[in-house]
């Protein structure tokens, strides 16, 4: 096996792994990336408000 085949086969699975989730353009990435960023900083703000001090009434840590 030489290096060329090593290399393309991790490329070749990565990018049908895009496609296969509808990611085809670098708009489509960042569209993505913002969607889990929002998800994640949402997520953030719930724990802060609501659930830490739910769970700490209910004595868990």
């Known amino acids: 096996m030489d290096e060329s085949t090593t290399v393309v086969?991790?490329?070749?699975?990565?990018?049908?792994?895009?496609?296969?989730?509808?990611?085809t353009s670098w708009s489509d990435v960042a569209s993505a990336a913002a969607f889990l960023y929002t998800l994640i900083l949402i997520f953030d703000w719930c724990?802060?408000?609501?659930?830490?001090?739910?769970?700490?009434?209910?004595?868990?840590?």
């Not at 086969?9 to 990611?23: N, Q």
């Not at 724990?47 to 840590?61: A, M, P, T, V």
């Open 9 to 23: 086969a991790p490329f070749a699975k990565a990018v049908s792994a895009w496609t296969a989730i509808g990611i």
């Open 47 to 61: 724990w802060k408000k609501f659930l830490r001090d739910w769970l700490k009434s209910k004595g868990k840590k």
